[in-house]
Structure formats: structure tokens, C-alpha cells
């Protein structure tokens, strides 16, 4: 979309975990996807397109995608306009759907996503955890 941008002022990060457990040691970082690099993940099972592979079987080859959009908001302060940017899920019209903590998505439509969201999509155990490097548990 228009509005697509890459975050500037937060680095955002997905923790990954599998039945309750970070992934990774801790030392290698394999449990943490770093997705402030550009302004749109895509997320799937087909490996030579997805940004982020799910690899489960009940997630479509091109499930869902995170994408950073801008947005004028007033700030509460000033009350003057400002931009800032927020990253957004949209499920791709996924067979098993996608969720933001427990609730399924509808498909083609973008949601908001906020700090300490969980995200799930198909059936698959791993839920992912959305913080950035000004969060208080990151």
C-alpha cells in the first residue's frame, strides 16, 4: 500500500515460541525474528517467497504478512498531526486463518497490532510474540 514504510523509531522483534517455550538457546537468536528491517514480512510455508517460513502443514504457502504502514495521528499533547508507523496483520485468505491472541483474523483485512500481541496461525504450536526494543520485557 501507499502508506507502507520502514519503522524507524522502534526495532521491532517477534519472540518465537513452541508449546509455551522460547525457541533457540538464548545465544543464537533463532528465537527472535528481527522485523523492522523492511516494511513487509510475509509469512508461509512456500520457503522461496516467505520472509518468514511457518513450515507447518496447516499453514498455506502464503499465509499472512505483517506490513509497517504510516499513519496521521494527533498527538495527545500537542494535538498537532503526526506520523507514526504501526505494524499491521493481514491474513492472506489462509485455509486455517490466522490469529491475534486467540482470535481468528478475517481474511483480506488489516489489524493493528499493538506491543505484547501473540500471534498463531494455522494449528501450528508456535505463537509468536510482538515486543520492541523499548518494551519493557525485551
Excluded at 10 to 19: A, D, E, G, I, T
Excluded at 68 to 86: C, H, L, M, S, W
Excluded at 105 to 114: A, G, H, K, V, W
Aim: glycine share 10%; charged share 25%.
Amino acid at each position: 500500500p501507499a502508506e507502507a514504510c520502514v519503522p524507524k523509531n522502534k526495532k521491532w522483534r517477534l519472540y518465537v515460541f513452541k508449546n509455551g517455550k522460547p525457541l533457540g538457546d538464548g545465544g543464537d537468536g533463532s528465537g527472535v525474528l528481527h522485523i523492522h528491517r523492511q516494511s513487509m514480512f510475509l509469512l508461509g510455508r512456500e520457503r522461496k517467497v516467505a520472509d518468514i517460513p511457518t513450515d507447518h502443514p496447516s499453514c498455506s504457502k502464503q499465509h499472512a504478512a505483517i506490513q509497517f504502514r504510516q499513519i496521521e495521528k494527533d498527538d495527545p499533547i500537542t494535538g498537532f498531526p503526526k506520523k507514526v508507523v504501526n505494524p499491521y496483520l493481514i491474513d492472506l485468505g489462509s485455509t486455517n486463518g490466522s490469529f491475534i491472541n486467540g482470535d481468528r483474523l478475517e481474511p483480506q483485512r488489516y489489524y493493528q497490532l499493538l506491543e505484547g500481541d501473540t500471534l498463531k496461525f494455522g494449528s501450528s504450536s508456535r505463537e509468536y510474540v510482538l515486543l520492541h526494543d523499548k518494551s519493557n520485557a525485551a
